[in-house]
Each structure stands twice: as C-alpha cells, then as structure tokens.
C-alpha cells in the first residue's frame, strides 16, 4: 500500500514570497489533516478535511494561508505571502473512515523563510 | 480548551532498561482512542500502540505497553528492553469524535549505549 505522499520536501523561500506545498493521501482515506510542526513542538493542526469538507480550519491563518481539497483526493497548502515565523515542518497525515483507526502521516514539507 | 499534556520535554534511559513517558489529556467523552506515535530524526511520524478507552486491558505491542488509568485521564508508554533505535521524538495523541488528533508536546527519548 502506498504512504502519504508529500512534495516537496524542502523549500526555501524569501518573506513575502508565496509557497504550495501538495500532499497524496492513501487512496480511501476520508479525512485529510494538514499540522504545522515547528522544532521542538507538537504539531499543530490547520486544517482537517472529511472527503472534500472543512471540518476544522479555526487554527489556520485565513489571512496568509489556504488549504483546498480537489474531489476529496489530493490537497494543497499554500502560504501568501510568507513570513518569517511561517519557517517549520508541514506535515499531511490522512485516515480511513471509523474512529479506531490511525493516521498516516507523510515526511514533510521542510519550509525554511528567510 | 483541549489539551494533551507531556509534562516531560526529555528523557534518557540506559539500552535494555525500561522507561515510562507520561501523558495526560482532558476528556469529557466516555469512549475515545489514545495514540502514541514515535517521531525519528527523518521525521515521519510512527504509531507506536493505540488504546480504546472502552476496554480496560492496558494494549500491548511487543517491547511497547501502556498504563491507561481512564479515571485518572492518564495515558503512560512503558519501552522494555530500550534499544538505540527506539531514540526520537514521542507523541501522545487524543482523537475526539469529530475525528481531530489532539497532540501532546513531545518527549525526546535519548537511549544511552
């Protein structure tokens, strides 16, 4: 079975500049979850998706950041413009439909903002 | 507000001992599911062993066990025979019935040879 695929890996940007980040789940997963880590932290959820549903964005930046769910397949997350304090891990995780089941999480996006 | 808690930012433990990393979280919930997951430096977060609050056997996986005192809302992971490979990142994470994952701040697990 294919994992939660996330591209790309690393980006460096400059503040003010825009940036999309692209995450594959597992093929049937309903919902779809965007976290931003920064080191040394949990992550820290943005958005929460059901199929192609916001369940949850309260904790996105709505002024800089968009997250959209195509057909309730793959997502994108951009930021625009970026800032500074945007610098982190964004991690994609997905989970199949039923409470007792895990989520699969990609490798991340490495955004560094300088 | 809902809230895992890891009250540990690091813990250290010499290879083939044990070693407990706590969690609590805050629940008004009578059936919900508890997850630890294991963040290693390339950073692809790992279930580790999952717990349903509706069963009162503490859950099991090979050298990974937990304490799930439902009461006291604690959820503890207990690593047996610590190897080098079990060194990262460890997560506790609480998933509430709209299906969001709330997650604790971490425990840095250092395995000392």
């Known amino acids: 079975e294919a994992g939660v695929a996330q591209s790309p890996r690393y980006k460096i940007i400059e503040k003010r500049q825009s940036v999309a980040f692209w995450c594959n789940p597992i093929s049937g997963h309903a919902t779809l979850y965007w976290y931003q880590q920064i080191l040394g932290q949990g992550p820290k959820l943005l958005i929460q998706f059901q199929n192609n549903g916001v369940v949850d964005d309260s904790q996105l930046p709505k002024d800089r950041f968009s997250a959209e769910r195509l057909k309730g397949v793959d997502s994108t997350l951009k930021i625009q413009p970026a800032k500074l304090e945007d610098s982190a891990v964004y991690l994609c995780a997905s989970r199949p439909q039923g409470p007792n089941t895990e989520a699969f999480f990609g490798q991340g996006t490495r955004l560094t903002v300088v | 507000a809902q809230t895992v808690t890891q009250s540990q930012p690091e813990m250290s433990v010499q290879e083939a001992e044990t070693v407990t990393l706590s969690c609590t979280y805050d629940t008004s919930e009578s059936d919900y599911y508890l997850f630890w997951y294991k963040q290693p430096p390339s950073r692809q977060m790992i279930l580790v062993i999952r717990?349903?609050?509706?069963k009162q056997q503490n859950a099991t996986e090979n050298r990974f066990s937990v304490n799930f005192q439902k009461a006291a809302k604690s959820f503890s992971l207990k690593i047996s025979d610590s190897q080098l490979g079990d060194a990262a990142m460890y997560f506790c994470?609480?998933?509430?019935?709209?299906?969001?994952?709330?997650w604790g701040a971490g425990t840095k697990l250092i395995i000392k040879p």
């Open positions: 994470a609480r998933l509430y019935s709209n299906y969001q994952l709330i």
């Open positions: 717990q349903e609050a509706y």
